[in-house]
């Protein structure tokens, strides 16, 4: 504790200034427990303030947070900013019996984050790799709720990659709820309050021309958060193959959803790799690229395998 509160310390001291007084003050609590604290102190306001680090220690340890963060944590604390991630999920953290409930998957692109990928643990699948991550309830307006699990946490916890990938599959079939909808149903109900008379005249006149030349469908989770993840839902696959009675193309349209067409009718290249690089390229932010690949899920073995390797991201 002594080594992390001097870390902290520095980085508090780099932040704040010479007008600060910041030294550490621990404070004596109920049954013995010692809180272990800074002392933030303006030196022309005569009212400092405390910040704990206790709950800090296993983040850091796991390697979630850095000092540098922690340091900006602790000043919007003694600010008046609540810490986004609320005390009782971090009292949690070190418990994975705890946080097997909150464990979800995520599918990101392989090669591109080959360096990421030696800090956390994952497997690869065809030319992704499965990482994982924490649902945690976040403070409103205070970031979408996603802590990635690093190597130091799954260490914590003496849990191996097979343990998260057992607890991930398990809240994936039952919490994540991944489904596929059409796409003109999609886009109606996507479609922004101002943008709604202008774009709903739009997709009137189409339906009335008929059904697409191509059916389509978007495939995601109820969070519409890493819902590329639904490539691992083989129950939603095999009953979107079973009742179209043909294999699956899937498109990679982001890290959030993929775009699913069924193969029958001549359409099985509807669109090519390079087709789904320029949609990359044009319409997708960079952080969130999946893949330049078209994958194909078979109705008889039940496996999703590349039909066509696309470019590197």
């Known amino acids: 504790m002594d080594e992390f509160r001097k870390e902290v310390i520095r980085e508090l001291e780099k932040k704040l200034g010479d007008g600060y007084d910041i030294f550490p003050k621990d404070n004596t609590k109920n049954n013995?427990?010692?809180?272990?604290?800074?002392?933030?102190?303006?030196k022309d306001n005569p009212i400092g303030a405390v910040a704990y680090l206790d709950g800090y220690i296993i983040l850091y340890a796991a390697g979630v947070m850095t000092s540098e963060n922690i340091a900006a944590e602790l000043i919007r604390q003694c600010s008046g900013d609540r810490i986004p991630i609320p005390q009782s999920e971090i009292n949690d953290l070190e418990d994975f019996n705890r946080m097997q409930e909150k464990l979800?998957?995520?599918?990101?692109?392989?090669?591109?984050?080959?360096?990421?990928?030696?800090?956390?643990?994952?497997?690869?699948?065809?030319?992704?790799?499965?990482?994982?991550?924490?649902?945690?309830?976040?403070?409103?307006?205070?970031?979408?709720?996603a802590l990635i699990i690093p190597n130091g946490l799954m260490e914590i916890w003496d849990a191996t990659e097979e343990d998260l990938y057992r607890a991930g599959m398990e809240n994936l079939r039952r919490k994540d709820?991944?489904?596929?909808?059409?796409?003109?149903?999609?886009?109606?109900?996507?479609?922004?309050?101002?943008?709604?008379?202008?774009?709903?005249?739009?997709?009137d006149e189409i339906e009335k021309e008929g059904a697409p030349r191509v059916e389509m469908y978007v495939a995601s989770n109820q969070k519409h958060r890493f819902g590329a993840v639904?490539?691992?839902?083989?129950?939603?696959?095999?009953?979107?193959?079973?009742?179209?009675?043909?294999?699956?193309?899937?498109?990679?349209?982001?890290?959030?959803?993929?775009?699913?067409?069924?193969?029958?009718?001549?359409?099985?290249?509807?669109?090519?790799?390079?087709?789904?690089?320029?949609?990359?390229?044009?319409?997708?932010?960079?952080?969130?690229?999946?893949?330049?690949?078209?994958?194909?899920?078979?109705?008889?073995?039940?496996?999703?395998?590349?039909?066509?390797?696309?470019?590197?991201?």
């Open 32 to 42: 013995g427990f010692t809180a272990h604290g800074i002392f933030i102190h303006k």
């Open 104 to 145: 979800r998957l995520r599918l990101i692109n392989y090669a591109a984050n080959f360096a990421e990928l030696e800090k956390i643990p994952h497997r690869k699948f065809l030319d992704l790799a499965v990482t994982y991550y924490l649902d945690i309830g976040m403070e409103p307006g205070k970031g979408n709720g």
């Open 177 to 203: 709820k991944c489904f596929a909808v059409d796409m003109l149903s999609f886009i109606r109900g996507a479609v922004s309050a101002e943008d709604e008379e202008e774009m709903r005249a739009v997709l």
């Open 230 to 313: 639904c490539m691992l839902d083989s129950s939603l696959l095999q009953q979107m193959a079973y009742s179209k009675g043909c294999d699956l193309n899937i498109y990679p349209s982001c890290i959030d959803e993929l775009i699913i067409v069924p193969v029958k009718d001549g359409n099985e290249d509807c669109m090519s790799t390079e087709d789904v690089c320029e949609i990359n390229m044009c319409n997708v932010p960079k952080e969130e690229w999946l893949s330049n690949s078209i994958y194909r899920y078979d109705r008889v073995t039940r496996e999703v395998s590349i039909y066509k390797e696309g470019a590197p991201l």
